[in-house]
């Protein structure tokens, strides 16, 4: 009896342990094998292409029925003040340019609650969309390339910095330390969705939780530069030469095939009208793709 009753303690002891470790869904390492390339692939179709007054468009951001895009035409070490941002139709016709001056490198963008955040270099530089005029710059001290930002469904704020493995959160116009760790060495995009932070890295896409604390939810074959969820579970992503992918269900679907050398980065999308903003950076343009295909629903 006192045998039976040992082995239950340690059967219960053992279950408790068990249930308490964080365990990651099988599925999140599923290994996504290698995909061939068709050469007639109709996952996606070219709406328009932007191409007017642009200059190295590094990113872009849905607004109503427009865009604004950030060009990025500094210097080696982006710090002339040379970029700046303008908005674009979704037909591709050129707008205007934002009132913002003395931009470095403007990069990432996100629109919250009428404000456009853009990730500059080592500050945010907060955009009164309205009143067409800078709100407040918030600094982000010993950062080294601020690359992407993302809201959550609370309205925070988070920031990738590309050159040192980190990313920030911002509250109140208030910057603060989210993540940091070598896995995220090279972070780039960065993505909201179910209560998450997801963050591409090199050839992963990395899920970061409420704390900061980061797992990896998808090992792709390709990198990811830029990164972006359709809301549904599928992540839309770029690699460093034009492609563009879909991560869903364990595969890395191929979505839009390079056509010539481009630097795809800050991607678009608008869930409702399955329209993708790409844009080309070497090329000078933005292109919108309606995609579809293979979303899941």
């Known amino acids: 009896m006192k045998y039976v009753f040992n082995v239950l303690i340690a059967f219960v002891v053992i279950w408790i342990v068990w249930s308490v470790i964080d365990h990651e869904p099988k599925k999140a390492h599923t290994e996504i094998s290698e995909l061939s390339v068709e050469k007639d692939f109709d996952g996606a179709r070219l709406h328009k292409s932007c191409n007017g007054n642009l200059d190295r468009p590094f990113a872009v951001e849905f607004c109503n029925d427009e865009m604004f895009v950030a060009n990025t035409i500094a ?67 010993g950062a080294k390339r601020l690359t992407d930002i993302e809201k959550d469904r609370t309205g925070l704020l988070y920031v990738s910095d590309t050159q040192d493995a980190k990313i920030y959160r911002i509250q109140n116009d208030t910057a603060s330390l989210f993540a940091s760790d070598t896995l995220l060495n090279g972070v780039s ?7 998450y932070i997801f963050a591409g890295v ?6 970061v939780d409420a704390s900061g ?3 990896t939810f998808a090992k792709v074959v390709y990198p990811v530069l830029g990164l972006c969820s359709d809301d549904n579970g599928n992540f839309i992503t770029t690699d460093f030469v034009g492609n563009v992918y ?3 269900s364990g595969k890395q679907q191929l979505l839009v095939k390079k056509r010539q050398s ?19 950076y070497t090329n ?3 292109d919108v793709y309606e995609i579809g295909r293979y979303l899941q629903q």
């Open 75 to 141: 210097g080696k070490d982006g710090n002339d003040s040379t970029g700046f941002v303008c908005r674009t139709s979704l037909s591709g016709e050129f707008v205007d340019y934002l009132n913002i001056n003395d931009l470095k490198s403007p990069r990432g963008m996100t629109v919250c609650d009428g404000y456009l955040y853009i990730a500059d270099l080592n500050s945010i530089v907060k955009y009164d969309i309205d009143g067409d005029s800078i709100e407040a710059v918030i600094p982000i001290d």
């Open 246 to 248: 879909v991560v869903s």
């Open 213 to 215: 604390k980061l797992k």
């Open 202 to 207: 090199n050839k992963r896409i990395m899920r």
């Open 262 to 280: 481009v630097y795809a980065a800050g991607i678009g999308y608008i869930p409702e009208q399955k329209l993708l903003a790409v844009p080309t």
């Open 189 to 195: 995009g960065l993505a909201y969705y179910d209560g």
């Open 284 to 286: 000078n343009s933005v």
